[in-house]
């Protein structure tokens, strides 16, 4: 089955400066990666997802980039904010309707001000 | 737009003790899912389901976990007998052709 990959698994960054995380996926039948943010006690939410027609998409300060070949995908956040802090989940998905995800392990981030 | 609903929110129990967990979709989703979130993990698959029939439950440990949507709306998720190893938080979410949609889960501790 698919493996997902997370690192860093923690990630402290200043206010205002970059933050990037990578994960890695095994099956390359894999079209679909959705990218989730958790903040404490709270439930998982979609923040930006991507499919493998696709080589990068950006949402204000997010933006995911998809390598099919290296089978790998970064989530990028620029200008970071302390309420970026949270537990980020990266996913694949070999359907095209975002079902059977399986998840990377998680990376933290902490945005200090 | 109501979300997805899921109770209790926290389960204390003993291990060998039984429980169950349920989930309302959000109204129309079709395909609903069960999560299991171990702390500092995150989350696995369990089973989904496509209105009232299972597309993949192969991550579910059959001899104690036990999942059913008899009308393809509410689902319910039952552990019987619990072991200390099941303490985590079980998420539901559904879809309905895109973005899956997660429920607030239910913490268990199973002591």
């Known amino acids: 089955g698919e493996n997902v990959e997370q690192h860093p698994s923690t990630l402290s960054v200043q206010e205002g400066d970059s933050a990037v995380i990578k994960c890695t996926y095994s099956?390359?039948?894999?079209?679909?990666f959705p990218w989730y943010k958790q903040e404490l006690g709270k439930r998982p939410q979609l923040i930006i997802d991507?499919?493998?027609?696709?080589g990068e998409k950006k949402d204000q300060r997010i933006a995911v980039t998809l390598n099919k070949t290296a089978k790998h995908f970064s989530l990028h956040i620029t200008e970071t904010q302390p309420e970026d802090s949270a537990v980020y989940f990266c996913?694949?998905?070999?359907?095209?309707?975002?079902?059977?995800?399986?998840f990377g392990g998680g990376t933290r981030l902490m945005v200090k001000p | 737009e109501a979300g997805v609903a899921q109770s209790p929110r926290y389960k204390i129990i003993e291990k060998r003790q039984s429980v169950a967990f349920w989930c309302n979709p959000i109204s129309g989703h079709a395909t609903l899912y069960w999560y299991q979130q171990i702390l500092g993990q995150g989350p696995k698959l369990l089973i989904q389901?496509?209105?009232?029939?299972?597309?993949?439950d192969s991550q579910l440990p059959k001899d104690r976990f036990s999942a059913e949507r008899l009308k393809g709306v509410d689902s319910t998720l039952k552990i019987q007998p619990a072991k200390l190893e099941d303490s985590a938080v079980y998420l539901c979410a559904s879809s309905e052709g895109g973005e899956q949609f997660f429920g607030p889960g239910t913490r268990l501790t199973v002591l």
């Open positions: 099956d390359s039948a894999s079209n679909y």
């Open positions: 389901f496509q209105n009232n029939g299972v597309v993949d």
């Open positions: 996913a694949a998905s070999t359907s095209n309707a975002g079902n059977m995800l399986t």
């Open positions: 991507i499919r493998s027609n696709v």
